[in-house]
């Protein structure tokens, strides 16, 4: 329903305090990002809202080659259904990191809400994530997607075009694919070979049924079937 205010525009007590806790919890995520600015340089910001298969990781591990340091900077708001809960996905990054990604990834969540809103609302991330103290933000295929209304690609694009206005950089590749003469996931493009596109759908499919998918880390899905419930909202 929004904010509401009395007549001398100051806000009711129960919105006071859930803003509060809202400014609490990001001004201690900003102290935490301000604090790994100062230790790595070329730090970047890591949008998702997916446990990640390895097309996502290899976007990861492309971003870890090109800067000092990854966030996976997942924003904690209302989502809509099917969607994977904030609480897993905290737990499978934790996984991810203390397994295979220590030193070179952190998680830090903040609070946001998520629209669905594609191009306009990638360059609404790039601009919270400048406001949070990054200077990188990552924008991929299909960014905060419309449900298939915009092409793939707009909004790299509307990101690029508008971001530098907002003192932050767009980093961006064309996703993370399978090679099947390469036998190794990569970067669309990096070879010359016809690549496979993994499908997201089919991950969150195989994760609904327990299912270990092949492209995707089988400790991790081991790790979910045995520990986490409630995958989804």
Do not use: W
């Amino acid at each position: 329903k929004g904010l509401i205010f009395n007549n001398k525009s100051t806000i009711k007590k129960k919105y006071k305090n859930i803003i509060s806790k809202i400014n609490k919890y990001n001004n201690s995520a900003k102290k935490k990002i301000s604090v790994l600015n100062k230790k790595y340089p070329k730090l970047i910001s890591f949008q998702t809202r997916n446990i990640p298969h390895l097309g996502h990781e290899q976007v990861i591990k492309h971003l870890i080659k090109k800067h000092d340091h990854v966030v996976i900077n997942p924003v904690i708001g209302p989502k809509k259904k099917d969607d994977i809960r904030i609480s897993a996905l905290i737990e499978c990054y934790n996984f991810l990191i203390k397994k295979h990604y220590k030193g070179k990834i952190s998680l830090i969540p903040i609070i946001a809400n998520m629209y669905y809103a594609g191009p306009k609302e990638a360059l609404h991330h790039a601009i919270i994530r400048s406001r949070f103290g990054f200077k990188n933000f990552y924008v991929g295929r299909d960014h905060a997607g419309a449900a298939g209304y915009y092409n793939p690609f707009d909004a790299i694009k509307y990101a690029k075009l508008y971001g530098k206005k907002h003192a932050i950089k767009i980093i961006s590749t064309k996703g993370g694919v399978f090679c099947p003469s390469c036998n190794n996931y990569l970067i669309r493009g990096d070879c010359g070979h016809k690549v496979l596109d993994i499908s997201g759908t089919e991950f969150r499919k195989h994760l609904k049924e327990k299912k270990i998918f092949k492209h995707a880390k089988k400790d991790l899905q081991e790790f979910i079937f045995k520990k986490l419930k409630n995958l989804f909202y």
